[in-house]
């Protein structure tokens, strides 16, 4: 019988695959039938992919959409080492790999393929998407877009942070070669040399780790230091000039729109040729987009009809720039 939107059950599926170097990325495939068009979905910097993101899936498998939903690399069930390592380039690679892992899927539309990325990840879906054709469309919520701009505002004294990286680095090179790690949030043990040292951020990654450990599961609030250098040389802006034809939605907070970047970025895709963008915003800061009852109501209502409209082919350019 063909499945369809109404009489599809909220189901999904555990998948393993293999990473171009090897590494086994393991996640969660939600069906929408056949013929269906098909996301990747890619959590944030240091986060799980069960962290909201299936509210997201799963409103798209009841729209019609499927969903491939996965842990990064060396974080959750996914393979890689050291562990909690983020590297930028790495898990952008790994996207390619999740891609071509929904083409071999049976029941997937081939011509209807996009990614859905939050945080950090949103970059990496632009980044993607400017290399890789067979992408139609990106949802980028909260996109990470300068990565020197962010560093610079959570470690603010260049002398100390550049310590930090490279005595960490030499001692992996020379000396005993144990990696170097950073908190990701700040605890009330820890409130300096944090990766995120806002309190917004602290609630969240806070919560989501005592709701891993409540369901036997662990989350180490720490990345490698080795992540600061990498996050400090990417950039996107370069690649949201090349993204077109690709369609894209932007969806963004309100407090991150006091920074004007996301308006900068924004205007970077047009410049590119003929591309069907949109611009959203949420209420709120970074983490309520990931927030029941805040502003994941909001993100799913723009993913699910920007996708079906991108898929259906009748989306327009809606270009609103606050």
Same mark, same amino acid.
């Given at each position: +019988? ?10 999904? &599926? /555990? ?15 939600? @069906? ?37 939903? %996965?842990? #990064? ?8 080492? @050291? ?34 990325? %939050?945080? &950090?990840?949103? !970059?990496? !879906? ?13 949802? =980028? ?14 470690? @603010?004294?260049? @002398? ?15 000396? /005993? ?31 989501? #780790? ?15 230091? #080795?992540?600061?250098?990498? +996050? ?11 993204? !077109? ?59 699910? =009809? ?8 009748? !989306? ?7």
């Amino acid at each position: +019988m063909t499945i369809t939107t109404s009489t599809i059950e909220p189901m999904r &599926y /555990d998948v393993e695959f293999k990473a171009l170097d090897g590494t086994t990325l393991s996640g969660w495939f939600y @069906p929408a039938g056949e013929n269906a068009p098909a996301v990747v979905i890619s959590h944030g910097f240091a986060c799980l992919k069960s962290w909201s993101l299936p509210a997201i899936s799963t409103a798209l498998q009841s729209a019609g959409i499927a969903s491939l939903l %996965y842990d #990064q690399r060396c974080f959750g069930a996914s393979s890689g080492t @050291p562990r909690h390592d983020v590297d930028p380039e790495l898990q952008s690679s790994d996207v390619h790999d999740a891609v071509s892992h929904l083409l071999s899927l049976p029941s997937v539309n081939r011509d209807k393929i996009g990614i859905v990325g %939050y945080s &950090y990840s949103a !970059a990496h !879906a632009v980044k993607v998407a400017s290399l890789d054709r067979r992408i139609k469309a990106v949802v =980028s919520i909260n996109g990470f877009i300068s990565g020197s701009w962010l560093v610079g505002l959570m470690f @603010p004294d260049r @002398p100390s942070t550049d310590a930090l990286i490279w005595e960490d680095r030499e001692r992996r090179r020379v000396g /005993d070669g144990e990696v170097g790690y950073l908190p990701v949030c700040k605890t009330a043990e820890k409130s300096d040399n944090v990766f995120l040292p806002t309190d917004d951020a602290a609630e969240f990654y806070l919560r989501m #780790q005592k709701i891993e450990i409540a369901n036997g599961r662990e989350w180490r609030n720490g990345v490698t230091t #080795q992540s600061l250098l990498k +996050m400090r040389q990417y950039n996107t802006m370069e690649d949201l000039k090349v993204l !077109a034809p690709t369609s894209l939605l932007m969806i963004v907070d309100e407090a991150f729109l006091q920074s004007g970047l996301p308006q900068k970025a924004f205007e970077a895709a047009g410049e590119g040729g003929e591309i069907v963008r949109e611009f959203a915003t949420i209420e709120g800061g970074h983490f309520d987009a990931l927030e029941p009852g805040r502003g994941l109501e909001k993100v799913i209502e723009h993913s699910t =009809s920007f996708l079906r409209r991108v898929f259906d082919g009748e !989306a327009e350019e809606r270009v609103v720039i606050p």
